[in-house]
């Protein structure tokens, strides 16, 4: 890789000039006959169109005992819809190769549809039934039920499944982000098929739903086929929110006990939430810090100087709700201590000292420079639109990116990690044996 190095930064630099700009200026927003919005880039290249919807809700607006019902309708609303059985259904689309399917996170539930441009009509129609008439049929859910279980009882054995999962419980005590968006054993079991239809009918609706829609098609056909697939469902959803979160609270240690010879280590406190006005200083901070890979501060300092890990990370994560930035690793137990006494001492060097301009400098460039590898490919653009609408970014966001990452000074970051870098507001969680550690709270 490091021989082909060179040529790949060259392309990057030069291709990051106009790519973004580029599909700026293609971004056009359609608004169907029937008044259903979408974000829309004709792409005649390849005959392929790809859709990508997104509803605000998902697995935050589920009650507690029914942790998981998200994640259960997602995987299940492609399993037969209308008239058309579980089995039938499948085999249309893999009769015309057409990718569809449903996705549920904290915040969100998804649906991705991908087809040949020739067989958009029936694409679109099997993507309507899909949330308009979902059967939720006894066999097929119990398949996808039991399909989840299985996966539900690896998690339990799984140490970075258990140190993510009681970091958000340990975060956000009492607070729908808490409730692990699968749900646990005995609340899949307890989900019904009433639950399904009536957690659909809240969730599917036109209000609450943003599109985005890539490809071989005219603005025409477009208008058509979003009435056609949108216009059958409620026009309101029925869903009660969480509330925003200010900040979790911390410091807080918890210890899962394991009997293996590496612990996993989750840590983690106060991000940004993307309308933050610091979101983009924060975003070069989390580079700088432990985004960048082989770049970053904690590896170089955990890693490379000293040995202690394989891997050491940090990054942003803003729900709609808070702002979160997260980091992890893996250690033998002699080193857990160890290890998290550089990463809080890092913390504090980037908080009093800030970041050098050559640190900031070499951020920006990546950034910037990879920023077009995002856009390799029709579905990936689909997704960034998607994104773009949710947290309420301009179409003009591709070209002004660049700007507001490059406008970042080493005043902004040394602000920005104050505000974040306490590190002893540090909530961790650790599944394993650390050893001469014991929790606190």
Do not use: C
Not at 318 to 330: A, E
Not at 360 to 388: C, E, H, Q, T, W
Request: proline letters at 5%.
């Amino acid at each position: 890789m490091r021989v082909f190095a060179f040529i790949w930064i060259v392309s990057l630099t030069i291709s990051s000039a106009f790519v973004p700009a580029a599909f700026a200026a293609k971004i056009q927003e359609v608004v169907s006959p029937g008044g259903i919005k979408a974000w829309f880039v004709e792409e005649k290249t390849i005959p392929i169109v790809s859709m990508e919807v997104v509803w605000k809700g998902g697995a935050s607006t589920v009650s507690a005992e029914k942790a998981g019902l998200a994640h259960l309708m997602a995987s299940t609303m492609d399993e037969g819809a209308a008239d058309l059985d579980s089995k039938a259904f499948q085999k249309k689309m893999s009769d015309l190769a057409i990718s569809l399917s449903f996705d549920a996170a904290k915040d969100t539930f998804g649906g991705s549809l991908k087809t040949l441009s020739v067989n958009k009509e029936e694409a679109f129609r099997l993507f309507s039934l899909a949330i308009s008439a979902p059967r939720f049929d006894t066999d097929p859910v119990e398949r996808i039920r039991n399909q989840i279980l299985v996966g539900l009882n690896r998690k339990l054995a799984n140490p970075n499944s258990l140190a993510g999962r009681a970091w958000f419980e340990a975060a956000f005590k009492g607070h729908a982000y808490a409730n692990p968006t699968m749900g646990s054993l005995a609340t899949m079991k307890a989900l019904t098929t009433a639950d399904l239809r009536q957690f659909k009918d809240k969730q599917i609706a036109q209000d609450n739903m943003v599109i985005s829609v890539i490809g071989d098609i005219r603005v025409e056909e477009l208008g058509r086929l979003l009435d056609q697939t949108f216009m059958g469902i409620p026009k309101k959803s029925d869903l009660k929110f969480p509330i925003d979160v200010d900040r979790v609270n911390g410091p807080l240690l918890e210890i899962i006990p394991q009997d293996i010879p590496q612990s996993v280590v989750i840590y983690g406190g106060n991000g940004v939430k993307r309308d933050d006005p610091e979101y983009y200083a924060a975003y070069v901070l989390n580079y700088i810090l432990g985004g960048g890979g082989f770049e970053s501060r904690l590896t170089k300092e955990i890693r490379e100087k000293r040995g202690l890990v394989y891997s050491v990370y940090s990054y942003l994560s803003p729900f709609q709700r808070v702002g979160l930035q997260l980091g992890g690793f893996g250690t033998s137990n002699a080193s857990v201590a160890e290890a998290i006494k550089l990463v809080k001492s890092e913390l504090v060097k980037i908080r009093t000292k800030g970041v050098t301009a050559e640190e900031l400098d070499a951020a920006k460039k990546y950034l910037n420079g990879s920023f077009p590898l995002r856009l390799s490919s029709n579905s990936r653009i689909a997704n960034i639109m998607v994104s773009m609408q949710l947290f309420d970014l301009p179409v003009s966001y591709l070209d002004e990116r660049p700007k507001h990452i490059n406008a970042v000074s080493l005043a902004d970051v040394k602000k920005v990690a104050n505000r974040l870098m306490d590190p002893d507001e540090l909530i961790i969680t650790i599944v394993g044996k650390p050893e001469g550690m014991t929790p606190e709270n």
